[in-house]
């Protein structure tokens, strides 16, 4: 169990990664030189092929939680069409870049960093619904937890792919909300959580993330937003493990009272 927790604890800390860097990078490489341009279009095809492979393998190894969310099947599921179908326009913007970044007008990096945005809040109501099995559920509590996911996204990545953050308020914000995560998830899965100690993940993490804001060392910065994110995403990883055995459970429990 703990080493498909901490594969899934990387695994979404990847996929968070990625999607944050898809936003924040672009946008501070609109007035920037040819060069710096040209390393970003070699590296964001990439990164996202390795963010698809983990969100495959997160899907893979959290099934019963991606039945409990209504995530799957994914013709069925409003959630994953939004999803896919945004992650196939960032897909298509990086191949775009990275045969014709040369050529990119300036106005049009900001227009990559908002296909980015737009992948950040599809993403992050997608982990959201696997994290509590509500995917079809009141919308207020998976939105809060959504927003907390993609605050997370936007201060992680800045803080580890810039030496100067713009976006230092988010970290805060971040790590403020962080902890919120855990209250909005439904109960049956809200209490084990908390339980199991999955609150202290939030509040380690919590911290981290806040500490960045006042690390005037960018490698100390960036190792302060990792271990915050890969903290944040055992967290994640325990409600998804609680999630799926609820669910798991439940058919046993109807055939018992249908007996």
Known sequence: MRLESSIAALCFALIVFAAGAHAVVPWRLRRTAPETRHSWALAAALLLALAALAFLTLV?????????SGLVPFSASR?????????A?????????????RRLEDRAWPL??????VVIVTQAFTLAALAGGDGKASLPPLALRAAVLAALALAA??????????????????????PLFAFTLPQPVREPFLA????????????LLFATRFSLQPHRRRALALAGLILAGFAWAKAVNIAGALAEQLPAVEGREGE
């Open 60 to 68: 893979g190894r959290s099934e019963d939680a991606a039945l409990a």
């Open 79 to 87: 959630l994953s069409l939004a999803f896919g179908t945004t992650a």
């Open 89 to 101: 326009a960032l897909c298509l913007a990086d191949l775009l870049l990275l045969f014709a970044w």
């Open 112 to 117: 990559l960093a908002l296909f980015g945005a």
């Open 157 to 178: 990545s800045e803080a580890i792919t810039s030496k100067a953050p713009r976006l230092a308020p988010f970290a805060s914000l971040a790590g403020l909300g962080l």
């Open 196 to 207: 199991a100690g999955g609150l202290a993940f939030l509040g380690a993490a919590a911290a």
